[in-house]
């Protein structure tokens, strides 16, 4: 079975703060994914690499980045978390279909 | 650009009524892929299906069927017999062309309860 791991279930920041959330698939896919979920709004892609060292912007990169070093490892950073970057962060991989992380809730105060 | 509409914000059911979401999407790519997933409360996304666009039959997996009609841009779902299990938001989904990068784009999700 595909394994998609996120590094926090949930997390409490400060407005400010710099944030890694970390992604770890372990199927070799070269596709990895980063989106946020909000009410009502459905899954909004943020990032996505298809490559090591290859990244691409989704529909709303304002305020991350991300980082692919790593085949297995796909990092999204918040350089100055704020509070309307409270959310569900969901990460996944794909070869066929997505297969997703089991999310990480991000709280910003 | 690429557009997926679930208009469906919450549906509410007893055990074993059968329940239909909707999904209704917009591409301009001739090849494309649709798919629902189910987020039970867990909060982990569950594949349940993906369907080509040049494959228009109807699929039938146990509760679950799905059907596709290119004419209208739909894809919907229909859980039969529903059950309490089956309590959690469904999601439909788009993706394009390889060259876009194999994006999926949501729906904004319709949660279904299922009442004892």
């Known amino acids: 079975d595909v394994k998609v791991t996120q590094s926090s279930r949930y997390l409490v920041k400060r407005t400010g703060e710099k944030v890694f959330l970390e992604c770890v698939q372990d199927m070799d896919h070269e596709n990895m994914f980063w989106y946020r979920q909000d009410p009502g709004l459905g899954l909004r892609l943020i990032y996505f690499s298809y490559d090591v060292k290859m990244k691409e912007k989704g529909d709303i990169p304002e305020g991350y980045s991300v980082s692919r070093e790593k085949k297995e490892r796909f990092s999204l950073i918040l350089e100055s978390a704020s509070t309307n970057q409270t959310s569900m962060y969901l990460c996944?991989?794909?070869?066929?279909?997505?297969?997703f992380g089991p999310g990480t809730r991000l709280t910003v105060l | 650009a690429q557009k997926v509409t679930q208009a469906q914000t919450e549906i509410s059911v007893v055990e074993k009524e059968d329940v239909t979401l909707d999904c209704v999407y917009e591409t301009r790519d001739t090849t494309y892929y649709l798919f629902w997933y189910k987020q039970p409360p867990s909060g982990e996304l569950v594949f349940l299906i993906r369907?080509?666009?040049?494959?228009?039959q109807n699929e039938i997996s146990g509760r679950y069927s799905w059907n596709f009609q290119k004419s209208t841009s739909s894809f919907n779902f229909t859980i039969t017999a529903s059950q309490v299990v089956d309590s959690a938001v469904y999601f439909c989904?788009?993706?394009?062309?390889?060259?876009?990068?194999?994006?999926?784009?949501f729906g904004g999700g319709t949660r279904v309860l299922v009442k004892p």
């Open positions: 989904a788009l993706s394009g062309s390889k060259a876009a990068g194999n994006k999926l784009t």
């Open positions: 996944a991989s794909r070869k066929g279909e997505q297969f």
């Open positions: 369907r080509n666009s040049f494959d228009e």
